[in-house]
């Protein structure tokens, strides 16, 4: 069930933290033995493969994933966003006509995925190290990279605090993905095996969404929703809302996988493996960020619509410090033990990566940060501004490796991505404490 209707004074910011907790202990829950899961799943590709091999491999996923990023919205924002009040006032019509609104989106989404990765292969795979033989196998997996987006199904249970049943089908993925490589790394460990088992675990946790979903009623609610038209009218904003979120998150979120293709294109597969390989064991500090985002977006967008700018910065405040101070621990952790963990994952050939570990490592802990920043502008409707900085990071991040990476190779695209992050957090943190203040119109 949703929250209780909200009051000017009476939504309570400590509450909106001990939700925020909540939710996000649920989703802590589930990632954390993911993360175990996921250094396994990664170990017997790339022990399977070599790094050579892994590294054509995390290019092909790579390129995949990046384009769903591209293609996808995030429907998920946008239930949120304008189903609080929906929800609160038990309007079940209009709850329908944004579910399924947002579902179009979803659905139009992978309609042009799907044309665009054709085009690429087409024009384009011979620059992405994909001969004949993967060709085919590259374009199924692509295509269902991008039919599996499962934002809506996202959005309707964030709406509906179902936490522990999201976080139960987002495990779907790593299990699926760990039992798979296993089982290919034993009986047929080509490429080809390890992308079939990548593309089922994306089926399988697609359907546990949409199963969850239909089991709550909501699936049903969604059937039956109107004239998506009147959903237009009823909330003149949105289409400005859904475009402005989906760039800032393909801005963000492309640019943890263009630097991949980058490397891989100049410096050639092996280098693309060993800057895969670091980048994940990092990349689970921005998967800790994008939780953060996901368990708190639901409450800050009641807090912002319950409280004045100075309750919102305290919550603000409390975000910023407890988040910076999570992603200095973790940090920690990286430097001191990443290298043996790095090397047991992958094999001494790999430890030669341990510097981007660091490097990307210390770009999670700033875009954790972030994160606040970044969540309270999109529940303001502010989500423009958070585009025009995340373009201005992507510049400053492209800048600084038309530099670094013909000097120091992989080891400077990931200081390009660090000084990109910190160019997001500082210009996040300005305007969005500007923008705060009590007597700001």
């Given at each position: 069930m949703v929250s209780a209707p909200l009051t000017q004074n009476g939504f309570g910011l400590g509450r909106a933290g001990r939700a925020v907790a909540r939710n996000l202990g649920w989703?802590?829950?589930?990632?954390?033995?993911?993360?175990?899961?996921?250094?396994?799943?990664?170990?017997?590709a790339a022990r399977a493969l070599g790094v050579t091999g892994f590294g054509r491999f995390a290019l092909i996923t790579g390129a995949a994933q990046a384009l769903a990023t591209l293609v996808a919205f995030q429907s998920w924002k946008v239930i949120v966003q304008y189903g609080v009040g929906l929800a609160c006032a038990e309007d079940d019509s209009g709850?329908?006509?944004?579910?399924?609104?947002?579902?179009?989106?979803?659905?139009?989404?992978?309609?042009?995925?799907?044309?665009?990765?054709?085009?690429?292969?087409e024009l384009w795979s011979e620059q992405l190290g994909?001969?004949?033989?993967?060709?085919?196998?590259?374009?199924?997996?692509?295509?269902?990279?991008?039919?599996?987006?499962?934002?809506?199904?996202?959005?309707?249970?964030?709406?509906?605090?179902?936490?522990?049943?999201?976080?139960?089908?987002d495990s779907a993925t790593a299990v699926t993905r760990f039992l798979g490589a296993g089982i290919v790394m034993l009986v047929h460990p080509t490429v080809q095996g390890f992308m079939v088992v990548w593309a089922l675990a994306e089926i399988v946790t697609a359907a546990i969404y949409w199963t969850i979903v239909a089991r709550s009623g909501d699936l049903g609610l969604l059937w039956r929703g109107g004239n998506v038209g009147r959903l237009l009218r009823d909330h003149p904003g949105i289409i400005g809302f859904a475009l402005s979120t989906n760039a800032s998150a393909t801005l963000a979120l492309s640019s943890k996988q263009v630097p991949l293709l980058a490397v891989g294109a100049v410096l050639g597969p092996a280098a693309a493996g060993v800057f895969r390989l670091a980048g994940q064991l990092a990349q689970g500090l921005a998967k800790v960020s994008q939780l953060v985002a996901r368990a708190a977006f639901s409450e800050v967008v009641r807090a912002v619509q319950g409280s004045d700018r100075r309750g919102v910065r305290r919550l603000l405040l409390r975000a910023v410090g407890a988040s910076s101070l999570g992603g200095l621990l973790i940090l920690a952790v990286v430097v001191a033990v990443g290298e043996p963990v790095l090397a047991l994952v992958a094999g001494r050939r790999v430890v030669g990566g341990y510097p981007i570990l660091v490097a990307m490592a210390a770009a999670g802990c700033v875009e954790f940060a972030a994160t606040a920043f970044d969540t309270v502008m999109t529940a303001r409707g502010e989500a423009g501004i958070v585009f025009a900085i995340r373009c201005a990071s992507v510049a400053v991040l492209a800048a600084v490796a038309v530099i670094a990476v013909p000097i120091f190779g992989a080891t400077g695209m990931a200081v390009a991505v660090l000084i990109g992050s910190l160019a997001a957090v500082l210009l996040m943190a300005v305007t969005c404490w500007w923008r705060l203040r009590p007597e700001a119109a």
């Open positions: 989703l802590l829950a589930s990632k954390g033995v993911l993360a175990i899961l996921s250094l396994f799943y990664l170990g017997f709850l329908a006509r944004l579910f399924k609104g947002a579902a179009i989106l979803d659905l139009a989404s992978a309609v042009v995925g799907s044309v665009v990765a054709v085009i690429i292969l994909i001969g004949p033989t993967l060709k085919r196998a590259t374009l199924i997996f692509a295509v269902i990279q991008v039919i599996t987006i499962r934002s809506t199904p996202l959005g309707i249970l964030r709406l509906r605090d179902q936490f522990p049943m999201a976080a139960m089908a």
